[in-house]
């Protein structure tokens, strides 16, 4: 993602943007979409917003942005008025036409500016997306949060448009589970929000997002490791694949959850629960794939 402020050093570039969707962008979530949806061809996406945990790390939303996509520190603005809002706005994208905003948009110190705020100051075109929902819930990072902390990883997903990823670089495991268990990937988090502790159908990309690599089906755990060292852990388990791991980094994308983080007495019994794991995976993730090819 780039620095919103880094236009101020190519005046040709910021010349030729018309429009800009403000928001925080965390998630890249169904209601961010309708956002976006209203850029024209030379807009960009601003994302203003501190450094905090989020469902999406900003290193990760130009992937699903399908514009290019700033970020603006929210220290920068907080304490402008309405009206230096848009001029510090103008200054940097002279010919901006238009502004994309959401419903619930809110801007300046203790946000006291409004929507409407921003109509009587800009002298081109506001457009004001209304609340976007799905069955009656309303769309916004905040909620899936929720979804995801509170186990509820199906309506989270829909919510998104997308299974919920968690990204990082690829790390040694304990060794056990070659040995005497299951192999796995392990990954460490990037940044993302860390969903419900416990075991899920899902699929593993290894390498950096992309379009082209594939998607391996796999039963991922994400929690403390209870039976043994008791460490955190974000591993995953191939399905139907033996595969030498070559790449840095992986991202494992979480599609129904199986179970709860449980503890066993000895490795035996931790063996024939994955194996159960594994075939109920498998069984989850068929239906998946037969869902989404079939739209």
């Not at 620095?3 to 101020?8: N, R």
């Not at 024209?40 to 999406?56: M, N, T």
């Not at 997002?209 to 460490?231: C, E, H, M, W």
């Amino acid at each position: 993602m780039k620095s919103f402020l880094s236009l101020q050093d190519d005046i040709k570039l910021a010349s030729s943007i018309t429009s800009v969707a403000l928001g925080k962008f965390d998630g890249m979530h169904i209601a961010h979409n309708a956002l976006f949806s209203c850029l024209d061809k030379s807009g960009i996406i601003l994302s203003i917003e501190q450094d905090s945990g989020s469902l999406l790390p900003k290193k990760y939303r130009d992937f699903y942005a399908p514009n290019d996509i700033y970020n603006l520190p929210l220290d920068v603005v907080r304490e402008k008025s309405d009206i230096e809002f848009v001029e510090f706005l103008m200054d940097i994208l002279p010919n901006l036409e238009k502004i994309v905003v959401g419903y619930d948009f809110r801007f300046g110190k203790d946000r006291y500016y409004y929507t409407f705020d921003l109509q009587k100051c800009f002298i081109g075109e506001v457009v004001i997306v209304d609340e976007v929902f799905y069955k009656k819930l309303s769309v916004h990072s905040g909620l899936i949060k929720e979804l995801l902390i509170n186990g509820n990883l199906k309506q989270a997903n829909k919510l998104l448009g997308r299974y919920y990823e968690i990204r990082g670089n690829i790390i040694k495991g304990q060794g056990i589970g070659k040995r005497e268990l299951y192999a796995t990937i392990n990954i460490e988090n990037d940044g993302f929000l860390i969903l419900q502790e416990g075991v899920y159908a899902g699929f593993i990309q290894l390498g950096e997002q992309s379009l082209i690599s594939p998607f391996y089906p796999a039963v991922i755990f994400v929690g403390n490791r209870l039976s043994t060292d008791k460490s955190f852990a974000i591993e995953g388990h191939l399905l139907g694949c033996e595969l030498e791991v070559k790449d840095k980094v992986a991202g494992f994308y979480f599609a129904k959850k199986i179970r709860e983080n449980k503890y066993f007495d000895n490795l035996a019994d931790l063996k024939a629960q994955i194996t159960s794991d594994i075939n109920k995976a498998s069984k989850i993730l068929k239906l998946e794939t037969c869902e989404v090819e079939n739209g």
